[in-house]
């Protein structure tokens, strides 16, 4: 069974930086094309950042480009967010997910990946 744990969460003030960490087991992860999603209460997940297996290609929501960067460390099973200049509306539950894939492609959307992480909390405070 596929594990992926979020950490590095928390309260930060308006204009401060987060890392979040997913580490991944039970799975070759540089054969997992990784994405990241939010969810504020009463809201939908959303797409955030997604990375390829590689590493090479990355994509963006466009509420976070320029501020939040996906990267992952495929000998450490372990991908990241960096987040900078944080904003009260990034406040949300952020999960990671992992899709196996055979193409150097990432993902954006929600459906195509098959397993998540349990969700780190991010909150912002103005």
């Known amino acids: 069974q596929v594990q992926l744990v979020e950490s590095g969460g928390g309260l930060v003030q308006a204009g401060g930086s987060l890392r979040l960490s997913c580490a991944a087991s039970r799975l070759t992860f540089s054969n997992f094309a990784m994405g990241w999603f939010r969810q504020a209460p009463g809201k939908e997940r959303e797409f955030v950042a997604a990375?390829?297996?590689?590493?090479?290609?990355?994509n963006y929501g466009d509420s976070v480009k320029g501020r939040f960067t996906i990267s992952r460390d495929n000998a450490k099973s372990t991908g990241y967010l960096q987040m900078n200049s944080l904003k009260p509306q990034d406040t949300a539950v952020y999960y990671c997910?992992?899709?196996?894939?055979?193409?150097?492609?990432?993902?954006?959307?929600?459906?195509?990946?098959?397993?998540w992480g349990q969700g780190t909390q991010v909150t912002v405070s103005s």
């Open positions: 990375i390829s297996r590689s590493g090479d290609n990355t």
């Open positions: 997910a992992a899709r196996p894939t055979s193409t150097d492609y990432y993902y954006k959307q929600l459906s195509w990946y098959d397993y």
